[in-house]
């Protein structure tokens, strides 16, 4: 599974727009919606701020693992 999907259903999950996700992490909207639209991946802070924002792993966020 690419960070994008994983990345869709976590936000959809927590009824958030791109905007509201892309701002509790510090980020630029259209940054967010890149990463989630799969056009290059995060650098590791932002990676790890999606991780803790969404309250799951790394490898879950990766897709490496099914477990949150």
Known sequence: ???GKRLKEL???KKETQLQTAQAIGIAMRHYQRIEAD?????LEIFAALADHFGV???YL???????
């Open 1 to 3: 599974m690419k960070i």
């Open 11 to 13: 936000r959809k999950e």
């Open 39 to 43: 056009d290059g991946l995060p650098g």
């Open 57 to 59: 792993s790394l490898d």
């Open 62 to 68: 990766a897709g490496r693992s099914d477990r949150r």
